[in-house]
């Protein structure tokens, strides 16, 4: 089974820590933003907090369903066009 998109990569704190900066939320503020195997998606919710469009997606179904459950408990946080 493929589990990779079930794991938090190691370099996800570092990016995650540039995306809270004054320059990363200025560098995504209203822009559009997608992420090809978004996995469980923290880079990507913290990306939806300033960009405009956000669109999280992955091909393993079972990752999917776990993302859509993170994209939903964060949805009061995100940009108005998050999927």
């Known amino acids: 089974?493929?589990?990779?998109?079930?794991v938090l990569w190691p370099a996800s704190p570092l990016l995650c820590y540039f995306l809270l900066s004054d320059i990363g939320r200025r560098l995504l503020e209203g822009t559009s933003v997608l992420e090809l195997g978004?996995?469980?998606?923290?880079?990507?919710?913290?990306?939806?907090r300033q960009c405009s469009t956000l669109v999280l997606t992955d091909h393993n179904a079972q990752v999917v369903e776990r993302l859509t459950?993170?994209?939903?408990?964060?949805?009061?946080t995100l940009c108005h066009s998050a999927t």
């Not at 089974?1 to 079930?6: E, P, Y």
């Not at 459950?69 to 009061?76: E, I, K, V, W």
């Open 1 to 6: 089974s493929d589990d990779t998109g079930t």
């Open 38 to 48: 978004a996995g469980v998606g923290i880079p990507g919710l913290i990306a939806g």
């Open 69 to 76: 459950a993170n994209l939903n408990l964060n949805r009061d």
